[in-house]
């Protein structure tokens, strides 16, 4: 018996799945919830053999839930289900632990398809995505931020001005001119609003 747990902020989208599961016989709901903080204590308390998880969630995102859930417990296996087709989102995921990224555009029965895979260990990928495969020694094709240029990133996300990021951050509005430059130079950003898509992309990590 698989027991899953599902955590979904759209109730719709999990009681769709709810009725695509009643009559599998091999498939057991042991719990759903609707943000990621509430997926991490939901499997602490049942423990799932399979996590089907979206990345854009209140509280908590998906990617940062599943880096805390396979820290605790490496032989959960978790499957990305979400409408994010980057493939940062991708790799994100993959870096977090995931064995699986299906998309919600899919049929629901590629869904059982999916959960029934990366149970029996192996993983699964939706056919609409391309998994890229980075290079030794080169694990990541863009430059590491420090923590102070995340939190902007984190507020460019969020749709702020500079003058907006410098009063929440207590620092002068040229400091944070001066973190965008430096973050488009690191991260090898071009064009007007690029640093703003790539925060969006972000979003869901946040």
């Known amino acids: 018996m698989i027991k899953l747990a ?20 091999d498939i057991s709901i042991v719990g759903t919830t609707n943000d990621g903080e509430a997926l991490v204590d939901l499997v602490r308390k ?10 854009r ?4 995102g998906g990617v940062a839930a599943t880096e805390i859930i396979k820290k605790e417990f490496p032989n959960i296996k978790v499957l990305a289900f979400t409408m994010f087709d980057q493939n940062e989102a991708v790799q994100q995921m993959l870096e977090a ?21 990366v149970y029996s260990g192996n993983t699964f990928f939706d056919a609409n995505i391309k998994v890229e495969k980075k290079s030794k020694g080169n694990t990541r094709n863009k430059g590491i931020l420090t923590k102070r240029q995340n939190e902007i990133l984190k507020l460019i996300a969020q749709g702020k ?7 929440e951050l207590y620092i002068g509005v040229l400091t944070v001119d001066t973190h965008r430059k430096n973050m488009i130079r690191i991260l090898g950003l071009k064009g007007k609003g690029a ?12």
Do not use: C
């Open 161 to 167: 001005t500079s003058l907006e990021i410098a009063d």
């Open 46 to 55: 049942k423990q799932p053999d399979v996590v089907l998880t979206d990345i």
């Open 6 to 25: 599902i955590a979904e902020d759209h109730q719709a989208i999990i009681d769709g799945i709810l009725l695509l599961l009643e009559y599998e016989e």
């Open 97 to 117: 632990g995931a064995s699986g990224y299906l998309l919600k555009n899919s049929p629901l029965e590629e869904v059982l398809k999916a959960i029934r895979l």
């Open 57 to 60: 969630m209140p509280k908590k």
């Open 195 to 206: 640093l703003m898509r790539y925060a969006l992309d972000k979003k869901y990590k946040f």
